[in-house]
């Protein structure tokens, strides 16, 4: 079967060796020039390429099951698989892989280049082709490539196929990122960590992150409401250094003895939460032979690291479907859909309640206890109630959906019914960073030795 996909993003590239590898020809086009011969990359329409990935378990279990070479090469390069804490007996499970995003799809993109059956063409992709009802092809900067199936993999940002699907439904989520890579020093390790791929300290009114990546670098971020003008000023090199400082997380990670910073402070684009499925507005299959994979269906709030996970599981479950065949191009497209519906949009709702209950937390509202709880809260509880990990840990690894933790929300809502609440780790409050940022952005960075 001839593919196109357009995007070569880690949905379009892993898609493209799998295709391949089920004896498809495939073609994967995408706009960008890809990395330049001396290994730096911009990827100017991937806002997010230079921010911090943590690549959980199921990307890793992706890449086994279907280009285990890959694995095998990033590891090679410096990116560390990471094993999950369990119980003593119980035989270690793989947390995820540390590792830039840059050198996650640098192995990725040489993979599929190296792969027969794999074309990629560079080009902005423009139109999709039909003709009496179903997809033909995909009309490239004014070239026509023909093709038995279309896949759309165009990312959060792709408009390619936008037309023909109901609105996208969600939106902006409500928080902004700015972030700094770190390399460590000779002899220098990674800070202490209490989770496996990124730590996260939530203070009421912003959040901080550290996430060690490949060949000791590693990602320090900061959060904050998308309304809180105050905390703009944290895109500033000397106010992001003086955060960096003042928070005790983040000056675990960035102490001068430790680690220097490699990169400027790179204030994140928009962040959104958006879920769209397959068919038009009247239920129908908008054209046959046209399947939206990746972000182009679900985009989470990325402070979780889910975007990779449920961009790579939509792919192995089109893959069965597709393997499964002889199904017309309709049935696959249906099928796909209900399946998206049930496994992947959970994910979305999950952070729509995350992020409005954070919301709310950071403008000063306490804890609901009497109305249901947000799937955060539920888990945070199990710092009361360690037995709730039976069902939190599960969640929390994305290995269950997170209407599993209906079980535990009763007993969630007792604690918070005591008076517990989330304990605030040490660090300034968010009026205080407030005046630290007003009193150095602008000014200029220290120097670096
Ligand atoms: C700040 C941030 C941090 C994140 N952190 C994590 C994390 O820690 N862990 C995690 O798992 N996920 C994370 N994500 C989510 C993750 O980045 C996405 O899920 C992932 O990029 C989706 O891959 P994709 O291939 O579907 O789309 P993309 O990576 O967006 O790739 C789409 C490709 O399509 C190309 N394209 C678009 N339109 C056209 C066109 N018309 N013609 C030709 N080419 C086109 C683009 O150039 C691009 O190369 C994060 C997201 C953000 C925003």
Redesign the pocket.
């Known amino acids: 079967m001839r593919t196109v996909i357009?995007?070569?993003?880690?949905?379009?590239?892993f898609t493209a060796i799998a295709l391949a590898r089920r004896g498809h020809d495939v073609a994967v086009?995408?706009?960008?020039m890809g990395p330049q011969p001396d290994g730096t990359w911009d990827?100017a329409?991937?806002?997010?390429f230079h921010?911090?990935?943590?690549?959980?378990a199921q990307?890793v279990d992706a890449l086994a099951a279907e280009a285990p070479e890959v694995l095998a090469a990033l590891v090679a390069a410096g990116a560390e698989l990471v094993a999950m804490p369990g119980p003593p007996d119980a035989p270690p499970r793989t947390a995820g892989l540390r590792c830039r995003?840059l050198v996650f799809e640098r192995h990725l993109r040489a993979a599929a280049t190296a792969e027969p059956g794999v074309t990629l063409v560079r080009?902005?992709?423009?139109e999709v082709l039909s003709d009496r009802g179903r997809a033909v092809g995909v009309r490239?900067d004014g070239r026509r490539l023909d093709a038995d199936l279309v896949l759309d993999?165009?990312?959060?940002?792709?408009?390619?196929g936008r037309d023909r699907r109901p609105p996208v439904e969600g939106g902006d989520c409500g928080q902004a990122?700015v972030s700094r890579q770190y390399r460590l020093r000779p002899g220098a390790e990674f800070a202490a960590m209490t989770m496996p791929l990124?730590d996260i300290a939530y203070f009421p009114g912003y959040a901080v992150i550290a996430?060690p990546h490949d060949n000791g670098v590693f990602s320090t971020v900061i959060m904050r409401s998308g309304d809180d003008r105050e905390l703009v000023g944290l895109r500033e090199t000397a106010a992001f250094e003086a955060a960096a400082t003042a928070v005790p997380l983040l000056a675990a990670w960035t102490a001068p003895d430790r680690a220097r910073p490699i990169t400027r402070v790179l204030p994140?684009?928009r962040?959104y939460n958006t879920y769209c499925g397959q068919l038009d507005a009247h239920g129908a299959v908008p054209l046959p032979g046209l399947v939206f994979?990746?972000?182009?269906v679900c985009?989470?709030n990325?402070s979780a690291?889910?975007?990779?996970?449920?961009?790579l599981t939509q792919v192995r479950h089109l893959l069965a479907l597709l393997d499964d065949g002889p199904d017309d191009a309709e049935t696959t497209t249906r099928s796909f859909d209900a399946w998206c519906a049930t496994a992947i949009r959970p994910w979305f709702d999950d952070h729509l309640r995350c992020d409005a209950g954070l919301a709310a937390r950071w403008a000063g509202h306490d804890v609901d206890h009497t109305a249901p709880l947000p799937p955060d809260l539920i888990a945070a509880a199990a710092e009361v109630d360690p037995s709730m990990m039976r069902v939190v840990g599960p969640y929390l690894g994305m290995d269950a959906l997170p209407s599993t933790l209906d079980e535990v929300e009763p007993r969630a809502r007792e604690i918070y019914a005591t008076g517990w609440r989330p304990s605030v780790p040490d660090g300034p409050s968010r009026d205080e960073l407030a005046e630290l940022v007003a009193r150095t952005a602008g000014r200029a960075p220290a120097a670096v030795p």
């Open positions: 357009v995007g070569a993003g880690p949905t379009g590239l086009v995408d706009r960008d990827r329409g991937v806002m997010q921010h911090p990935h943590a690549f959980r990307v995003r080009g902005h992709a423009d490239v993999a165009s990312g959060r940002s792709g408009r390619l990122y990124a996430f994140g684009g962040l994979v990746g972000d182009t985009t989470t990325p690291g889910r975007g990779v996970t449920t961009s």
